[in-house]
């Protein structure tokens, strides 16, 4: 259970001074983004001292901008802007706007470490939603829950997240629950289906716990596991491992890995004569998919987290806007996103009804957000949600896509399975 407790400030201290050292000789500076607004530097509390409502209320979103993980992380900074605008026009906290800042953490961990530095100790923020990967989340987690700031994960699906600490928690449902409905769904397609074969990409956390899953549902499922193949997220040549999956004739191929990397393991598949079933897992849980395996991303299967469907108030705001911006329908990491700061947004509200944030202490501020956002229920592009006492989230509906392209094979959709 989240216990959230003072701790000792002097190893605080030690530790976030050895963390931003390290950072520093590391890696080179991660590049920042931050929304037009402005304001003063708060030094005791949110918004600075004396501040009143022109004085936005910084909270912070880390996911990757850059990098072969930018196809999702970009998704992540269009639902985080959304949200802002979205609450802010409505009055912010209680007339107060909030301001997203954005930093850019890459694709690896020492990128969300410097990115997570940099939010607590320079932007001040009262929370942070991210990183956009599981595997940088369990380097960077570790920073803000010894600063005891409150996280929200957009998209760390692996086992174990929540468990970091006490200030992590996820508004994206964990791999286990979500993965299996995607094996059912190839089933329902081919009853037939007998051999299966898996990929995974061996240097992502998320990749790896989330192969986990599906090789246990195959099994559990009577299924033969005829071939797991392992690649890297930055390999572009599958070749190899596409070659040897086929020779075992599958009928269904799980992929487990980004985008990018995903995309292009697709491709080559079918290049080379694959004609089965492919399930895709959460990494290609993007359109930006359809430019990388194009008119041969058709009829891909993936497991959902959020529908654009999905009928409230708030997810068809967050759908009308995302459309009339981008022309298309929102994914579902543009979603959870806006469902992290949505969650900090009502949190914050909540605690103003108690005591005036404006004349809260920033360390303070941090503690009662973590506290409050835990116990509370959202309506969300995603559902109803809440959280569990350790911070895992709570979320009822869960969907299955299958892409489909167009007939030029430069724009697809994904169509959700009833």
Same mark, same amino acid.
């Given at each position: 259970?989240?216990?959230?407790?003072?701790?000792?400030?002097?190893?605080?201290?030690?530790?976030?001074?050895?963390?931003?050292?390290?950072?520093?000789?590391?890696?080179?500076?991660?590049?920042?983004?931050?929304?037009?607004?402005?304001?003063?530097?708060?030094?005791?509390?949110?918004?600075?001292?004396?501040?009143?409502?022109?004085?936005?209320?910084?909270?912070?979103?880390?996911?990757?901008?850059?990098?072969?993980?930018?196809?999702?992380?970009?998704?992540?900074?269009?639902?985080?802007?959304?949200?802002?605008?979205?609450?802010?026009?409505?009055?912010?906290?209680?007339?107060?706007?909030?301001?997203?800042?954005?930093?850019?953490?890459?694709?690896?961990?020492?990128?969300?470490?410097?990115?997570?530095?940099?939010?607590?100790?320079?932007?001040?923020?009262?929370?942070?939603?991210?990183?956009?990967?599981?595997?940088?989340?369990?380097?960077?987690?570790?920073?803000?829950?010894?600063?005891?700031?409150?996280?929200?994960?957009?998209?760390?699906?692996?086992?174990?997240?929540?468990?970091?600490?006490?200030?992590?928690?996820?508004?994206?449902?964990?791999?286990?629950?979500?993965?299996?409905?995607?094996?059912?769904?190839?089933?329902?397609?081919?009853?037939?289906?007998?051999?299966?074969?898996?990929?995974?990409?061996?240097?992502?956390?998320?990749?790896?716990?989330?192969?986990?899953?599906?090789?246990?549902?195959?099994?559990?499922?009577?299924?033969?596991?005829?071939?797991?193949?392992?690649?890297?997220?930055?390999?572009?040549?599958?070749?190899?491992?596409?070659?040897?999956? #086929? !020779?075992? =004739?599958?009928?269904?191929?799980?992929?487990?890995?980004?985008? $990018? +990397? @995903?995309? %292009?393991?697709?491709?080559?598949?079918?290049?080379?004569?694959?004609?089965?079933?492919?399930?895709?897992?959460?990494?290609?849980?993007?359109?930006?998919?359809?430019?990388?395996?194009?008119?041969?991303?058709?009829?891909?299967?993936?497991?959902?987290?959020?529908?654009?469907?999905?009928?409230?108030?708030?997810?068809?705001?967050?759908?009308?806007?995302?459309?009339?911006?981008?022309?298309?329908?929102?994914?579902?990491?543009?979603?959870?996103?806006?469902?992290?700061?949505?969650?900090?947004?009502?949190?914050?509200?909540?605690?103003?009804?108690?005591?005036?944030?404006?004349?809260?202490?920033?360390?303070?501020?941090?503690?009662?957000?973590?506290?409050?956002?835990?116990?509370?229920?959202?309506?969300?592009?995603?559902?109803?949600?809440?959280?569990?006492?350790?911070?895992? #989230? !709570?979320? =009822?509906?869960?969907?299955?896509?299958?892409?489909?392209?167009? $007939? +030029? @094979?430069? %724009?697809?959709?994904?169509?959700?399975?009833?």
């Amino acid at each position: 259970m989240k216990n959230p407790t003072t701790r000792p400030c002097a190893l605080f201290v030690t530790c976030a001074s050895l963390l931003i050292g390290c950072s520093q000789t590391n890696t080179p500076q991660t590049s920042t983004t931050v929304s037009t607004a402005t304001s003063p530097s708060p030094a005791t509390s949110p918004q600075g001292a004396g501040a009143a409502n022109s004085a936005a209320i910084p909270v912070g979103v880390g996911v990757a901008q850059t990098s072969n993980v930018a196809l999702l992380g970009q998704e992540q900074v269009a639902g985080a802007k959304i949200a802002e605008k979205y609450f802010n026009d409505r009055g912010g906290v209680d007339g107060t706007p909030i301001r997203v800042v954005l930093q850019d953490t890459g694709g690896d961990e020492q990128g969300a470490i410097n990115a997570f530095n940099t939010l607590i100790n320079q932007d001040k923020v009262v929370g942070i939603v991210g990183p956009t990967l599981s595997q940088q989340a369990f380097g960077a987690d570790p920073i803000a829950d010894r600063a005891q700031v409150p996280v929200l994960a957009p998209s760390n699906t692996a086992k174990g997240i929540p468990q970091i600490g006490d200030y992590v928690a996820r508004v994206s449902a964990p791999v286990a629950v979500v993965a299996p409905n995607a094996v059912k769904a190839a089933l329902k397609q081919n009853p037939n289906i007998k051999k299966v074969a898996v990929f995974f990409a061996q240097n992502d956390a998320f990749s790896k716990s989330e192969t986990e899953t599906f090789q246990k549902t195959v099994k559990e499922m009577g299924l033969e596991l005829a071939t797991v193949q392992k690649f890297l997220t930055t390999d572009t040549d599958f070749q190899s491992q596409a070659t040897n999956a #086929i !020779n075992v =004739k599958p009928d269904l191929i799980i992929i487990s890995g980004l985008a $990018a +990397d @995903g995309g %292009n393991l697709i491709k080559q598949l079918r290049e080379l004569g694959y004609k089965g079933v492919i399930i895709g897992g959460n990494g290609l849980n993007t359109s930006n998919v359809f430019t990388v395996c194009k008119a041969l991303c058709d009829g891909v299967l993936i497991a959902q987290a959020y529908s654009p469907e999905y009928q409230n108030e708030v997810n068809k705001a967050f759908r009308d806007a995302y459309r009339a911006q981008f022309k298309k329908e929102p994914p579902q990491f543009s979603a959870q996103a806006f469902t992290g700061v949505q969650v900090f947004v009502e949190s914050l509200k909540a605690i103003n009804a108690q005591s005036k944030i404006s004349e809260t202490p920033l360390a303070q501020l941090r503690t009662k957000l973590n506290q409050q956002l835990l116990i509370g229920k959202y309506d969300t592009p995603l559902g109803e949600i809440s959280f569990t006492p350790e911070g895992e #989230i !709570n979320q =009822k509906d869960f969907y299955v896509a299958r892409i489909k392209m167009d $007939a +030029d @094979g430069n %724009n697809g959709r994904f169509e959700f399975l009833k």
